[in-house]
């Protein structure tokens, strides 16, 4: 807890500023003068708690009282931990010792970590000042709406605040990742969600994706009669387009056999055919006398002569087929010619294109469009696995918010009953599905009754939660009736925990009991008060 204040600046009568646990009340004239720093001195706590106002540009201590240094000490576990921070470096904390020699400095971060590692809020310790420090000047004194750290604030925000409060940060976190899964806020989930699309379209692309594929096929072998059926062709082209290509093929088959045979009686000429040359046998007598050489010389004019008819029977035969070739190589010219001429081979090739080119596109835009549509169910049953998530998820936040309402209503019908002695409705808290927070006293909406459902509000949360502290300034408790008054500070005392508050009321013995720091005209806390003349 904080035990301790200290600064040189104050009047030296208030230069050290100890506290107690329960009620540390900072007490003003039993006239209500003002401007005699019983809020500053608020502020000041807040800014031992790590807070940023005391010395912001919208604070006249910082144009009034100039830098100076604050030093404050804690008490955790026995042990005692001191601290300074100076005016004109304030995002940083000084640890020092018992005199205030410097040992360490830390940033304010770091700073409001070790508060959080001391007390356990469950939150983020800047959060709590934020919420239960109510001092004149913050915009969380509204007393209508006792959740929000300005009237502004989203009550969605308040809501998750309060179940981080309550130990409910787990649920909270896995929300968030689902919302960031599902890229909507689970506010805004149930009003998006639409019926789950129909992927038949799949299935019917593919079928007609394979009968696209059988006629690009078609369309690619180019059967002559399927081709030209196929092609929309009327049948009086379809028979003379036939008929000249089939003409074509007879004297195309027709040439090139008569050019095989050419070849072949060619190369036979070259390999069987040469000039004939007469032997000379004179040589043969001489290893055998008496031979007969006319025998041989017969036989070789014999070959000479055979080899004369055939080179003349070969001679005939090329003759005979070079003319063949020829007019066949004349009537394949003349019949493409006239296919050409006709323009319908021209037109069937680009018709043949062109629809395998559409048949293609086809098939690429159906195919295009399948990918897209399976991406987009493999996304579709990813949602719905995360929509489960996200429903199970809603109903454990509904009922970890119901738990919540319950625990602080019954706490509050409970220090209501003790306030009012049971006279007086209670304050109820609702807060419904969407978050949406009502607080409210049923028929009475009088400030007093406000001001005190505040009060007890807090002093509820303190009871159920890790906050550590409250501060309650005057502009709060000044409407609440004397009984009332009265009552409440006798739950300030009987807190666990730290209650700082700043009344002008002096009649009560709880006041004076529980007063640390005691302010009136010529003693303020300063020694002067900056708002009237000198």
């Known amino acids: 807890m904080l035990v301790e204040i200290r600064c040189e600046k104050f009047a030296k009568e208030f230069q050290t500023i100890s506290f107690h646990n329960g009620l540390n009340t900072v007490l003003g004239s039993t006239g209500g003068s003002n401007a005699l720093g019983k809020s500053t001195f608020l502020w000041i706590i807040d800014y031992a708690f790590g807070g940023e106002y005391y010395c912001s540009s919208g604070s006249d201590v910082k144009q009034n009282v100039k830098d100076h240094t604050i030093f404050f000490t804690f008490l955790f576990d026995d042990t005692y931990h001191y601290f300074y921070r100076a005016t004109a470096t304030p995002k940083t904390v000084c640890r020092c010792d018992k005199t205030g020699h410097l040992m360490e400095k830390m940033s304010l971060a ?156 060619q190369d036979g000429n070259k390999d069987f055919i040469s000039e004939a040359v007469k032997e000379d046998f004179t040589e043969l007598s001489e290893f055998f006398p008496g031979v007969n050489l006319k025998a041989f010389e017969d036989i070789d004019n014999f070959h000479i002569r055979i080899r004369e008819i055939l080179k003349e ?25 006239k296919i050409e001429q006709s323009g319908i081979a021209s037109d069937l090739s680009q018709r043949i294109l062109s629809q395998c080119v559409s048949v293609s596109k086809h098939i690429d835009e159906l195919e295009a469009e399948n990918r897209d549509l399976r991406r987009e169910k493999e996304l579709q049953e990813a949602r719905v696995l995360a929509e489960r998530k996200m429903e199970k998820l809603l109903a454990e936040q509904q009922s970890a918010m119901d738990e919540i309402v319950t625990a602080i209503n019954l706490k509050l019908s409970e220090l ?87 009344v002008d009321r002096a009649e009560d013995e709880l006041l004076q009991n529980s007063t640390i720091l005691h302010l009136s005209e010529g003693h303020e806390l300063y020694g002067y008060s900056w708002s009237r003349k000198q």
Not at 318 to 330: F, G, N
Not at 458 to 470: E, H, K, M, N, R
Request: with cysteine; charged share 30%; net charge neutral.
């Open 416 to 502: 209501n009953k003790y306030v009012t002695g049971g006279k007086e409705i209670a304050p109820m808290l609702t807060i419904s599905k969407e978050k949406e927070i009502t607080f409210s006293t049923v028929g009475n909406t009088s400030e007093g009754t406000a001001c005190k459902s505040m009060v007890l509000f807090d002093l509820a949360i303190l009871s159920l939660t890790g906050a550590p502290a409250l501060i309650h300034d005057g502009n709060i408790l000044k409407s609440i009736s004397r009984e009332h008054f009265e009552q409440l500070l006798k739950l300030y005392s009987a807190c666990n925990k730290q209650v700082f508050i700043a």
């Open 313 to 337: 029977e070969i001679e005939d035969e090329v003759s005979s087929l070079e003319p063949l070739i020829k007019q066949c190589d004349a009537e394949i010219n003349r019949l493409k010619a």
């Open 110 to 265: 770091d700073y409001r970590k070790f508060l959080a590692e001391n007390y356990h809020p469950g939150v983020p310790f800047e959060e709590i000042p934020a919420h239960y420090f109510r001092i004149y000047g913050r915009d969380n004194t509204y007393e209508k709406m006792p959740l929000l750290t300005q009237p502004r604030e989203a009550d969605e925000k308040a809501v998750d605040f309060l179940l981080r409060l309550f130990g409910k940060a787990a649920i909270l976190n896995s929300m968030h990742a689902m919302e960031e899964e599902l890229g909507i806020k689970a506010s805004q989930w149930k009003s998006s969600k639409g019926q789950p699309k129909s992927f038949e379209k799949i299935e019917e692309n593919e079928k007609t994706i394979a009968a696209q594929k059988e006629r690009l096929e078609k369309l690619m072998a180019q059967n002559e009669s399927t081709g030209m059926e196929f092609l929309g062709f009327d049948t009086e082209t379809f028979e003379r387009v036939s008929d000249m290509q089939r003409e074509l093929r007879k004297l195309t088959r027709r040439r090139n056999q008569l050019k095989s045979r050419l070849n072949t009686v």
